[in-house]
């Protein structure tokens, strides 16, 4: 009898024709929940990590500081004069060009003289009759003056019986009017030579002469234009007598005007060469303010002026300036730097920390929707301090754990950038806050 081998016995899935599931699977009600938890958790660290404010910071220095005073103005020439015309007419030739070099003296321009010429021979036919008025007056008196002396004569010699005496007064009265034509003629010879002089000085300032040695700044005509000198005198040149010395004037505040005196040394720059300062020293600053001098030349007085009580009252100052490689050029605009003392050493800390709070740059970050420009520090107009000198302020120091640290410091002296203060908290090297970093695009987007 053969053996009948068992055949295996089937597994439940088996034989249902089913395959077991993958381990991930049967914990996916698990693991899946957690994943999400975890994503959101670091979602929500990262959001809260790229909103952390980020601050612009300047160290505390400990050093003196140069005190300056500040102001804007533009270069002119020492001496700059107007070329103009006392003669009308047409221009027959202009002889000169902006940026020549002319001598005193020299012929600028000539204005036609065919007008002038006709006057000069007229004036001089008027003086030659006036010449022959003086001849003729002379002539008569002559001729009366001989007739009364023979009158006179014959009144001698009769024993005044002849001739009568109504003839001899005639004949005195014929002499002295002749005495007055000669007078009369005289003065008209006088009155002929005033005129042909006037002729010829007009056909003399129809020539333009150059009045000082420099250089042409302006030509304001063209050969073949008409000059017109009735009612005021035209400029046709503006002349420039030296450029290797010029004058800058700038505009001073009225808070800085009592620190700046005559001999004080300045330094200036120009747009046209950024980063160059050029030296100066302070000529002298005027008593009258800016609006004393428009006000005269208005005609109208101050308190008339709609608004001249809320006017920035400035001062003018006039500074020597050097220009010997004639880079400096008349009209240019510069920021002069004027040196008005030096404080002993001291904590010094930017302007914009004094100005800083942090509610305030918080708010204003906000209502620009977070695009605050990344600067490092405020421009320098408005860096200046508005705390006087021992008020009470504070600045914020940024800590290593990126918190905020309030000082209080008393303000003293200020350049325009820098403060010193004094502050028993506070110590050279720390970091103040001036300013809150703009956010990136994603930051401000999310």
Not at 89 to 117: F, K, P, Y
Not at 242 to 251: E, G, P
Not at 259 to 272: E, I, L
């Amino acid at each position: 009898m053969n053996d009948i081998s068992t055949p295996p016995v089937e597994t439940i899935d088996e034989f249902l024709g089913t395959t077991e599931r993958p381990r991930w699977r049967r914990w996916a009600k698990y693991w899946i929940p957690a994943l999400l938890v975890l994503i959101l958790v670091i979602v929500v660290i990262a959001e809260r990590g790229g909103n952390k404010t980020a601050y612009i910071t300047e160290p505390v220095t400990r050093q003196s500081l140069d005190l300056t005073v500040t102001a804007t103005g533009n270069l002119r020439p020492t001496n700059q004069v107007q070329v103009g015309s006392e003669v009308s007419g047409r221009l027959d030739s202009v002889l000169v060009d902006v940026n020549d070099h002319v001598a005193r003296g020299q012929v600028l321009a000539r204005i036609n003289t065919d007008v002038i010429e006709d006057q000069i021979k007229q004036a001089q036919a008027n003086l030659n009759s006036a010449h022959a008025s003086v001849a003729q007056a002379g002539a008569t008196l002559d001729v009366d003056t001989a007739q009364l002396a023979r009158l006179q004569e014959v009144y001698r010699l009769s024993g005044g019986k002849v001739p009568a005496k109504t003839e001899l007064e005639t004949a005195e009265a014929n002499v002295k009017r002749d005495r007055a034509a000669v007078t009369t003629a005289r003065a008209g010879v006088a009155s002929a030579q005033a005129q042909l002089s006037s002729a010829v000085t007009t056909r003399d300032r129809a020539v333009i002469r150059s009045p000082v040695s420099g250089v042409v700044l302006a030509r304001q005509v063209e050969p073949g234009q008409t000059v017109a000198a009735s009612f005021n005198t035209p400029t046709l040149f503006v002349l420039a007598e030296d450029l290797s010395q010029m004058q800058l004037r700038v505009n001073v505040d009225e808070a800085d005007v009592g620190n700046v005196h005559a001999g004080q040394k300045a330094d200036f720059t120009v747009d046209a060469y950024p980063g160059r300062a050029f030296p100066a020293t302070v000529e002298r600053i005027d008593l009258a303010s800016t609006n004393t001098a428009s006000t005269a030349a208005s005609g109208t007085s101050t308190q008339s002026t709609t608004g001249q009580g809320n006017s920035v009252v400035n001062y003018e100052a006039r500074l020597s300036v050097a220009n010997a490689d004639g880079l400096l050029r008349p009209g240019m605009t510069a920021t002069a730097n004027i040196a008005t003392g030096r404080t002993t050493v001291s904590l010094l800390v930017p302007n914009g920390a004094l100005r800083f709070n942090p509610e305030a740059a918080a708010k204003a970050q906000q209502a620009s929707g977070g695009g605050l420009q990344i600067q490092a520090g405020l421009p320098q107009e408005e860096q200046k301090a508005t705390i006087g000198v021992g008020s009470h302020q504070q600045i914020y120091v940024l800590k290593d754990d990126g918190t905020l640290q309030k000082i209080d410091v008393v303000v003293g002296q200020s350049n325009g950038r820098l403060t010193a203060v004094t502050s028993s908290a506070l110590r050279p090297g720390m970091k103040l806050v001036t300013g809150i970093k703009a956010k990136d695009a994603k930051q401000t987007s999310a």
